[in-house]
Nanobody, 128 residues
Framework: QVQLVESGGGLGQAGGSLRLSCAAS????????MGWFGQAPGKEREFVVA????????YYADSVNGRFTILSNNAKNTMSLQMNSLSPEDTAVYYC?????????????????????WGQGTQVTVSS
């Protein structure tokens, strides 16, 4: 059974940093797409960042490009999201996601419907 478990959420301050982690079990995702999505209160789940496990290119949402970085550790089957220069607008529940489906470009990576496996989510709250 495939499981994705996020950790590392919590309270951050504007301008500060947080790191989220996602531990995968039940399958090795070394050749599959992995990503992060965020869902702010009252909004739909939105794309944040994704790539195919530690390869290029990496796709970022415009709102986080230059501030967030996805990091992968193949040996540990874990993925992290380094969040820098935090803003209150980053407040959301962040979900780790994985997909074994073929990807044909940016739009596939950015679509939540393309991901088969999801973590339970971890709350990030950024205070001003």
């Amino acid at each position: 059974q495939v499981q994705l478990v996020e950790s590392g959420g919590g309270l951050g301050q504007a301008g500060g940093s947080l790191r989220l982690s996602c531990a995968a079990s039940g399958r090795t995702f070394s050749r599959d797409a992995m990503g992060w999505f965020g869902q702010a209160p009252g909004k739909e789940r939105e794309f944040v960042v994704a790539n195919t496990w530690s390869t290029i290119p990496t796709y970022y949402a415009d709102s986080v490009n230059g501030r967030f970085t996805i990091l992968s550790n193949n040996a540990k089957n874990t993925m992290s999201l380094q969040m820098n220069s935090l803003s209150p607008e980053d407040t959301a529940v962040y979900y780790c996601a994985a997909s074994t489906l073929p990807k044909y470009g940016s739009s596939w990576y950015r679509a939540s419907s393309e991901y088969e496996y999801w973590g339970q989510g971890t709350q990030v709250t950024v205070s001003s």
